[in-house]
């Protein structure tokens, strides 16, 4: 089969297809955008166009941020009837499954099911059953799970009648009870049993070279259960029970027990928010669905922290070596305080919620502190006592006013240059904690460890840093070495950077787009 | 813009509070019955006696940070020529020795400034101290790093493998993870045994 339409064409007015990304029996699919620019999916329903339309219908202002937005339904000089829809850059699940032959880790396959659920629940809600949930329904954008397709029929009168589909691969997901003609939403639960089951072992429980052959193994026969790990045994038995009276009664319930085997009953949304507006918080990009799985967390997040050591040293060392003027004896401050200074983006740009505004007072309050912490870290470092409690008898030499250095600076002569007189108001522990608070405070430093961030890279964080620095460091009387205090935060900036994760933020990712199989 | 604004709001508190705190040198006045004056010596010429003045000089200040319990900064005879005499000091009147020889000793007098040049003294001796405290608190902090190295290096094959083998051994994992980290911990403290009684 072919496209009817090519690039450039433009059936639509006000649509210009730029190629087709799906055929199948109830139409085509193409990629679009608008006069404005705008990318859509243009699905060109042929067949069955009453049933179609009456779903759609149904569905066209339901919002949700795991659905597959559906925007309008036009017709055009011809009487063709388009449905348009939100263009979807990830990829299908039926994709992904394919790359994991042996399944997906039970927490990411957990982690998928939760937005499964929450799209599933929200068509629930609205009364809709989907009715063919299948890996190629499914997408993965940005982290995010998408449901496609819903509120299309699918042929599904003649499948109660004939026990099967238009498409064959759908039969696999089939629930026993579509054979009777008497069914509800509980075959979506069974339909999201056998996608789990598929996700954790890479095959559907039941296949069969014919499509009868597999539609009889759903009604009589058992699933294998032995390849699931233990702990989704229990779960799977209930959805993927022959009678729907003894599945789960909502789609709510099998995702909490999912969430509860993988110890994160947390990361249950119960009732995510189902009316037709999208909840003001779900940010346009979210790294990752909104629960993190903790082990997934714990493996990134050491593995930053180990890259981040090994960086810094490198880093401290190529400085040293390249402008330290022979003098190593800042190497180990410098080195400790990129560690510390780049750790203290790492941890909380990885531990902070993906959802909601990234720029927040809360988040510049916690940076704030941090950066206090590094100040006095640094304070410790350079070998001053602080005013503590069980110090008292040590001479707290922390809280004398900053004085200039005895011997003259060695190192970058730029920093030379700001050598001032020595301010005798400011104690030193001042000077330390309001250089580094204030540069935690001032900058944004969770943008250059977001995993969805512009480039890998950007001289312009680090540019950034420096300015902010050197500014600092002139209306501040100095720190005890300014130079080390400038060139830890700069390292930092590159070591966060290099070691935090990252992912192309860019929605368009025009090579692997398959919206849906129609 | 924002950050533009945090930062003048940040500088101008600090300024309010930290700039009116007026904090002060805190290093202790040297009572002015132990304060040196000058010092004389005797050489076999004028050359001679000035160098021995100077070293004199030197000792003194030393003995001095001593007896006030600064013991970390020892002024070298550069130091105490540059900052603390007031010139290069003068001759004295010859003196006789018969033990010596015919010849008479020369001697020389040098003059300590009048300033508070013990102030600068006992900051150097801060220095000095806030140095040695540096180069503890350093080693320390590698140390620390080292052992976390190590932590997180298990934590994260631990995790690693876990995931790899689908939580089926990750009690043994656990196990393992412990073990290693228990050995490693008994070697670190061992080390740290054997380098406390060594050091005694």
Redesign the interface.
């Known amino acids: 089969m072919k496209f009817t339409y090519r690039s450039g064409q433009e059936p639509l007015p006000g649509y210009t297809i730029k190629r087709g990304i799906g055929l199948g029996g109830f139409g085509e699919v193409y990629f679009a955008v608008t006069a404005g620019g705008k990318e859509v999916a243009l699905k060109w329903i042929r067949s069955n166009l009453d049933i179609e339309l009456r779903g759609v219908q149904q569905c066209l202002n339901l919002k949700h941020p795991n659905l597959v937005h559906l925007y309008d339904v036009r017709a055009d000089a011809q009487g063709h009837h388009w449905l348009v829809m939100e263009y979807v850059a990830g990829e299908p699940l039926s994709a992904i499954l394919a790359r994991h032959p042996n399944g997906v ?3 990411l396959a957990a982690q998928w099911l939760q937005g499964l659920a929450q799209a599933i629940h929200c068509l629930h809600e609205h009364g809709i059953v989907h009715r063919d949930l299948k890996p190629a329904n499914i997408f993965l954008e940005n982290g995010i799970i998408k449901v496609g397709d819903y509120g299309l029929c699918k042929l599904m009168a003649d499948s109660q009648h004939a026990g099967m589909t238009k498409d064959i691969g759908t039969v696999h997901y089939m629930a026993p009870e579509i054979s009777t003609g008497n069914y509800n939403r509980q075959i979506d639960i069974y339909a999201v049993g056998v996608l789990l089951y598929e996700m954790l072992t890479g095959n559907v429980p039941f296949e069969g070279e014919s499509a009868g052959e597999i539609l009889m193994k759903h009604l009589t026969a058992a699933p294998d259960l032995s390849r699931v ?1 233990k702990e989704f045994v229990a779960i799977l038995e209930k959805a993927l029970t022959k009678n729907p009276a003894n599945r789960y009664a909502s789609i709510m319930e099998l995702a909490k027990d999912v969430a509860i085997v993988m110890k994160q009953p947390g990361s249950i949304v119960m009732s995510l928010p189902v009316s037709n507006k999208l909840p003001p918080e779900i940010p346009s990009v979210i790294p990752v669905t909104p629960a993190m799985l903790f ?1 997934d967390r ?2 990134d997040l ?2 930053n ?2 890259w981040a ?1 090994v960086a810094s040293a490198a880093f401290s060392l190529l400085w040293t070596l390249v402008f330290g003027a022979g003098d190593y004896s800042k190497l ?2 410098i080195f ?1 305080l990129t ?1 510390a200074s780049s750790w203290c983006v790492l941890i909380p740009t990885k531990l902070w919620p993906p959802i909601g505004r990234s720029d927040s007072w809360p988040r ?1 309050l916690i940076h704030l502190t941090l950066g206090i912490g590094i100040g006095l870290f640094a304070l ?6 602080l005013p503590m409690p069980w110090n008292a008898a040590a ?3 922390a ?3 900053w ?1 200039a250095p ?1 011997d003259p600076p060695t190192g970058m002569r730029v920093f030379g240059v700001l050598d001032r007189p020595s301010n ?4 030193i522990l ?1 000077c330390y904690i ?1 250089y580094f ?2 540069m935690f ?3 944004r430093w969770w943008k250059a460890a977001q995993l969805y961030r512009g480039t890998r890279f950007s001289i312009k964080a680090m540019f950034a840093v420096m300015f ?1 620095a050197f ?2 460091l002139f ?2 009387p100095s720190l005890h070495h300014r130079e080390i205090g400038f060139v830890s935060l700069t390292l930092a900036a590159v070591v966060c950077q290099i070691t935090a994760p990252w992912k192309e933020r860019t929605p368009v990712r025009k090579k692997k787009v398959r919206l849906a199989t129609a | 813009m924002k950050q533009m604004f945090l930062t003048i709001c940040g500088l101008v508190l600090l300024w309010a509070i930290a700039g009116a705190s007026g904090a002060q040198t805190n290093v202790p006045a040297l009572p002015e019955a132990m304060k040196p004056r000058e010092v004389k010596a005797f050489g076999v010429d004028a050359t001679k006696a000035r160098e021995i003045a100077v070293n004199q000089a030197t000792i003194l200040v030393g003995k001095l940070l001593e007896e006030n319990h600064y013991t970390s900064f020892r002024p070298d005879a550069k130091y105490v020529r540059e900052n603390l005499l007031a010139d290069d000091g003068k001759p004295g009147p010859d003196v006789r020795n018969d033990l010596v020889g015919d010849e008479p000793l020369k001697q020389w007098i040098v003059t300590f400034k009048d300033s508070n040049w013990w102030q600068d003294v006992v900051r150097r001796d801060y220095e000095a101290q806030r140095v040695q405290r540096a180069a503890v608190r350093q080693s320390a902090a590698k140390r620390f790093v080292v052992a976390l190295l190590v932590l997180l290096a298990i934590a994260n094959a631990y995790v690693r493998i876990n995931r790899l083998t689908r939580s089926r051994y990750a009690r043994w994992l656990q196990v393992i993870c412990v073990g290693v980290a228990s050995v490693l911990l008994a070697i670190a403290l061992l080390a740290f045994a054997m380098y406390f009684l060594a050091g005694r």
């Open positions: 880790a039970p927490e790990p082990q714990l493996a050491t593995g922290l180990l050591i180990v401050p400790f560690l510049r410790w470092l350079e070998g001053y006592d001479r707290m030499d809280l004398q006013p004085q005895f005798t108001s400011m104690p001042t309001a608070g204030l405070l001032v900058l902010w500014l600092l209306l501040l």
